[in-house]
């Protein structure tokens, strides 16, 4: 497995009310990026996770944990949700479909 896509964990970033104009503004989302080994998901496994066969959903693998909460992943300007995670004993695995 080659570890050499960058994906970002995005965390939403904080909104305040600004009493001047009444409105609320939201700050830019905190992006971490890590490198991963990204998949299609396969047939067998997607059975598993959704049910059925689902289009756009991938497989990432990372190499260490990854501790920090985060909203959602960011893979190539694209919006994805986790679906399924398995905690290995060094390694993270996300099964991820995107948002549209």
Known sequence: MRYD???YFCRDGASEYN??????S???PTKTKR???I???GEDRAQIVYGGIREGSLTLH???HYPDPFD???IDGRKYRVDHRSKLRVKDCYVVSEVV
């Open 39 to 41: 998949i299609q998901t």
């Open 26 to 28: 939201v700050a830019e």
């Open 35 to 37: 490198l991963a080994s």
């Open 72 to 74: 959602y992943i960011e």
């Open 5 to 7: 896509h960058p994906v």
């Open 62 to 64: 990372l190499q260490r």
């Open 19 to 24: 009493e001047e104009t009444g409105d609320y």
